[in-house]
């Protein structure tokens, strides 16, 4: 299909390449409107300063520095000219442990919530658009994970499966969609009862068509916004289950790097060098994350846009 106009002589344009200029001007629009949040492009700066770091992790620091057979560094030693964060009780540098940890982390974070964001988006939009006993069914299902506390039955699942890095993306990501789910069902809700979608009905159209090309893609907008929230919870998930001596023994995060500091008194022995850092960076990447999504929450809640 393309369109034309003989008089002017105008070069023919497709629809699909219409559909493309109309996508690439509301991403310019809505990055127009995310730079004038300072508070969300101060998250993402610090989103992007951890993503480097993770990124360029084997140029800033050596993996020898990981391997406890090879370090040479003083005991618990304070931070000095040679280790700027000091070094943990095996002698390794912080700062190295530091840098990679943040992959873990950012790993986990991240792919923990595209498993729960695939998760509740599905369930969300079936339970949403689908009347009776599936409608029923996915909504009882997602309303019990959500009575369920997350941190027990996080726990109980991360002991059962055993201590690997993919076992601790699998259980975040599978007892963290509950929220999204709802979410999304709501918005379902509201979508399906919309003139559009009644039109596509009325002319043939079929639900998985009607889901795919009309409802889907005006829920993604709040899917990508609580995207962003999800893996702040996921990032934090994974410190506590880390810090309680579930994660993965062989890899090294910042929920590694706290449970180790206190199980050798960091606190008490005044090494506040081992337990402050990977906690400030926990707080600072939570934080970053937080605060885009406000801020694209914002950029695609008309409603919100309003009122400020």
């Known amino acids: ?15 699909r390449r219409l559909t493309r200029q109309r996508r690439v001007a509301a991403w310019k629009r809505g990055w127009a409107q995310f730079r004038t949040h300072r508070s969300g492009m101060v998250g993402l700066g610090i989103l992007v300063f951890f993503v480097l770091v993770a990124l360029l992790a084997p140029i800033l620091a050596s993996s020898q520095g990981l391997d406890v057979t090879t370090a040479n560094g ?8 040679h280790y700027l964060l000091g070094t943990d009780e095996n002698g390794r540098s912080v700062l190295t442990l530091l840098i990679w940890g943040s992959r873990i982390s950012l790993f986990v974070g991240l792919l923990a919530t595209l498993i729960s964001m695939v998760i509740g988006t599905l369930l969300g939009l079936v339970s949403g658009y689908f009347g009776g006993w599936i409608g029923r069914i996915t909504f009882r299902l997602t309303e019990w994970f959500l009575v369920i506390p997350f941190l027990p039955l996080a726990i109980v699942l991360a002991s059962v499966l055993g201590r690997s890095l993919f076992n601790i993306v699998l259980v975040i990501g599978v007892t963290s969609w509950p929220g ?30 009607q889901i795919g090309k009309h409802v889907l893609p005006n829920v993604m907008p709040m899917v990508f916004a609580n995207t962003t929230l999800t893996v702040a919870i996921a990032i934090l998930s994974e410190t506590t289950l880390s810090f309680l001596g579930l994660g993965d023994p062989t890899r090294t995060s910042w929920g590694s790097m706290l449970d180790s500091a206190f199980e050798i008194g960091s606190i008490t022995t005044g090494s506040w060098w081992y337990i402050v850092p990977p906690g400030v960076c926990v707080v600072l990447v939570v934080l970053a994350f937080t605060l885009i999504g406000q801020a694209l929450e914002e950029v695609l809640n008309p409603r919100l846009r309003a009122r400020s």
Do not use: C, D, F
């Open 180 to 209: 999204t789910a709802l979410l999304i069902r709501s918005q379902t809700l509201s979508i399906k009862e919309r003139a559009y979608v009644e039109r596509a009905e009325a002319i043939g159209a079929g639900r998985w068509h």
């Open 74 to 81: 003083p005991v618990l030693g304070a931070p000095s000219g």
């Open 1 to 15: 299909m393309t369109t034309t106009n003989e008089s002017t002589g105008t070069v023919p344009v497709s629809a």
